[in-house]
Nanobody, 129 residues
Framework: DVQLVESGGGSVQAGGSLRLSCAAS????????MAWFRQAPGKEREGVARIATGSGITYYADSVKGRFTISQDNAKNTVYLQMNSLKPEDTAMYYC???????????????????????WGQGTQVTVS
């Protein structure tokens, strides 16, 4: 079975940093698309950042550009999200996602795509006060 296990969430003051990790298992981690999404209470789930696991090419939502960095460790089948200069509006449940297919060029991985051809992690809470 495919498993995506997130860790690293927590509570932090505004301006602080957190690093989320997503360890993938049971999954062919090669030339696929992995991403981080978040969902705040009462809001829809939105894509935050994605990485093409083959090329390492990244894409970010405008709201996090310059503050968040997505990266990977292929040897560990793990994707990271380094979050700096955190703001209260970054408070949300953060989900790791993986699609079985390569990332689309120049765009975020979509929720609907993950629902059909991908996998979701269980989520990790990030609270910024």
């Amino acid at each position: 079975d495919v498993q995506l296990v997130e860790s690293g969430g927590g509570s932090v003051q505004a301006g602080g940093s957190l690093r989320l990790s997503c360890a993938a298992s049971g999954y062919t981690y090669n030339r696929n698309c992995m991403a981080w999404f978040r969902q705040a209470p009462g809001k829809e789930r939105e894509g935050v950042a994605r990485i093409a696991t083959g090329s390492g090419i990244t894409y970010y939502a405008d709201s996090v550009k310059g503050r968040f960095t997505i990266s990977q460790d292929n040897a560990k089948n793990t994707v990271y999200l380094q979050m700096n200069s955190l703001k209260p509006e970054d408070t949300a449940m953060y989900y790791c996602a993986a699609d079985r297919y390569p990332c689309s060029t120049g765009t975020m991985l979509a929720n609907q795509v993950v629902d059909v051809t991908g996998y979701w992690g269980q989520g990790t809470q990030v609270t910024v006060s």
